[in-house]
RNA sequence: GGCCCCGUCGUCUAGUCUGGCUUAGGACACUGGCCUUUCACGCCUGUAACACGGGUUCAAAUCCCGUCGGGGUCACCA
């Protein structure tokens, strides 16, 4: 209460006031890359401002299973470090934190609106409006309502009730004014009153509509700033007209901008995957997810598996470092050359001044070049154990890989380096684990680099023998006896070394070829040989 | 269409408030080159932008006006 009081007597930005702000998506199965990036800011904000950052569920419009619906949402918040300190799961001074089961409080507010005066009930019916609506557009006029069935007395609720009539509460708003927000991302804007519509905020059956439930829950739970999508500029004026009839001191707004399809300033949308899809490097990245999902035997639903929705990324092994980081420049810079922040430094640094006013695309690449970045930070000790989950799921390893697996995977992602960017890339050497008699060869390489060239055959006939009765098998003996075969013979050393990966790996790319051998072991590099020699 | 917002390299952006420090800087991507057993990494290098038009000023990406372009929103959705 000492708080409110205090808000009203001076302007938040010059109190010392707690900074609350929210994130507040309706549970729609899936957490959408803008969503996040928005829940990101306002997290950021709280933080940097030593303020609380709560979690709220805006389920007015009552689906069947809010649980579920909601699962998805919490993981991905979760999984990128965005956590609340109010709401689901942990609750707090304010609870309920779903608006489904705040629904007195709404009533009340309306109740409480209807009695000073700021609202109506109106027993309109739809198909009146919508013609009003259509007189208005054909008489090449803005729509307003003319109020028509507002009752004005308990006579007119009497009369309309008797037609059989049932009744909306509807805002009574300003007709002529204009209101000024000082908006902290976008600064001054205006709204002229007279645009604007008697809008509904509660149902004929005492439902509320969101802007009535969105206002009292601001308020109750005492939010300071409302950071949002910039979507929600144009509710604005009804929101701080609802505020204000309730005498609700006025939060601060910060309206960010959307995050864009990739290549346009359209806003990003789960709905239009198939239209991203016609962007090269859209489908490039969708393309490599997909590789890894088959590979793992994952069902591919397209629901679900979209790299606009968070979900994408956890499930094929991206970094959540990397997806927050890029997330942040995604509308945010603190100056012309920073570009990598831990958590720390973007606490420290955030602010909302600094946020831009004009939409960002997405951008793949960019995000792909932050995965790369932070993954070649992390020592392979510590990516092993990211990528061991994956092994197991493909089937590559037991469940969880035993302790020899282990060690090989750990050797793998080694030897692999950098070319691990997701952990799912694990799986692309998967050759490592199948049984000798069982591995399958890419057909052009087979070609390419044993078929065709006479020498191969011949050659690795040779290296073969040498492998036999080598002293040791690691790779550096392997590189030395490897080149001195090679000299031997008078080769190049290219004229064996891509038949002799094509033979034991079955590709024709991968790392280093001695530490390929290596991790195979004498016996399957010589077994692979032989039944490559015998397939050519 | 009304209202509102936005407009610097292909993309993310610095610079705009407080005009000169800017031959407009950085990053991603892309060119070319080096390295090299493939792939990848790394290193070097190059291309590339102030939407347009008028003002104001000694000086404008930066201030003013207009135009054009893009987007958001106009529900008994959230």
Same mark, same amino acid.
Request: hydrophobic fraction near 30%.
């Given at each position: 209460m000492a708080v409110r009081r205090l808000a009203l007597a001076c302007p938040v930005e010059m109190t010392e006031m707690t900074v609350r702000t929210r994130f507040a998506p309706s549970p729609t199965g899936y957490l959408h890359i803008g969503g996040v990036r928005t829940a990101l800011f306002c997290w950021l904000f709280a933080r940097k401002h030593g303020g609380q950052f709560v979690l709220r569920i805006?389920?007015?419009?009552?689906?069947?299973?809010v649980d579920e619906a909601l699962r998805p949402i919490l993981d991905g918040l979760r999984w990128l470090g965005?956590?609340?300190?109010?709401?689901?799961?942990? &609750? /707090?001074?304010?609870?309920?934190?779903f608006q489904s089961q705040r629904g007195e409080r709404y009533a009340a507010a309306a109740e409480s609106l209807l009695a000073s005066g700021h609202a109506y009930r109106d027993y309109a019916t739809t198909e009146e409006i919508q013609a009003e609506r259509e007189a208005a557009q054909n008489a090449k006029q803005q729509f307003r309502y003319s109020?028509?069935?507002?009752?004005?007395s308990p006579e007119d609720d009497e009369r309309f009730r008797a037609e059989g009539r049932e009744a909306v509460v509807r805002l009574k708003m300003p007709t002529d004014g204009k209101l000024v927000i000082d908006d902290l991302v976008r600064g001054r804007v205006e709204f002229d009153w007279s645009s604007e519509q008697d809008h509904v905020?509660?149902?004929? &059956? /005492?439902s509320p509509l969101y802007h009535l439930a969105s206002v009292v829950d601001d308020h109750d739970m005492g939010i300071t700033h409302v950071v949002r999508?910039?979507?929600?500029l144009s509710n604005t004026p009804r929101q701080v007209f609802i505020a204000e009839a309730l005498g609700f001191p006025r939060p601060q707004y910060a309206h960010l901008p959307y995050v864009a399809e990739p290549g346009s300033k359209n806003k990003l949308s789960k709905r239009k995957l198939d239209k991203y899809l016609k962007n090269a490097d859209f489908a490039k990245l969708m393309a490599h997810g997909e590789a890894i999902a088959r590979r793992l035997g994952r069902a591919i639903e397209a629901d679900t598996f979209?790299?606009?929705?968070v979900d994408f990324y956890r499930d094929v092994g991206y970094l959540p470092e990397a997806i927050v980081n890029y997330l942040l420049l995604l509308g945010w810079?603190?100056?012309?050359?920073?570009?990598f922040f831990d958590r720390a430094a973007m606490v420290e640094n955030?602010?909302?001044?600094?946020?831009?006013?004009a939409p960002a695309s997405f951008d793949p690449q960019k995000l792909v070049a932050f995965q790369q970045h932070y993954m070649h930070q992390l020592a392979a000790e510590s990516i092993t154990p990211l990528v061991e989950p994956y092994a197991a799921e493909a089937g590559m390893t037991a469940a969880p890989p035993n302790a020899d697996e282990q060690k090989k995977l750990a050797r793998i992602v080694t030897a692999a380096g950098d070319r691990?960017?997701?952990?799912?890339?694990?799986?692309?050497?998967g050759y490592f684990f199948t049984a000798d008699d069982a591995l399958e060869y890419d057909e052009k390489a087979f070609e390419k680099?044993?078929?065709?060239?006479?020498d191969a055959a011949d050659l690795l006939r040779g290296f073969a023998d040498e492998l036999a009765a080598a002293p040791s098998f690691d790779a550096a003996s392997l590189d030395a006896l490897l080149h001195a075969y090679v000299e031997r013979r008078g080769i190049n050393i290219g004229q064996i070394i891509h038949a002799l990966r094509v033979a034991t790996t079955g590709q024709a790319v991968g790392f280093g070829m001695f530490d390929t051998l290596a991790i195979l072991g004498r016996e399957s590099t010589r077994a692979r040989i032989e039944r490559a020699l015998s397939l050519i």
């Open positions: 805006d389920d007015t419009d009552q689906q069947r299973n965005i956590d609340w300190d109010e709401g689901p799961d942990v &609750d /707090g001074p304010h609870a309920p934190y109020r028509r069935w507002m009752a004005n905020i509660q149902r004929a &059956d /005492g999508a910039e979507e929600h979209n790299p606009v929705i810079s603190l100056d012309d050359k920073t570009e955030f602010s909302l001044a600094r946020v831009n006013k691990i960017t997701v952990a799912g890339d694990v799986l692309d050497y680099r044993l078929r065709k060239p006479d």
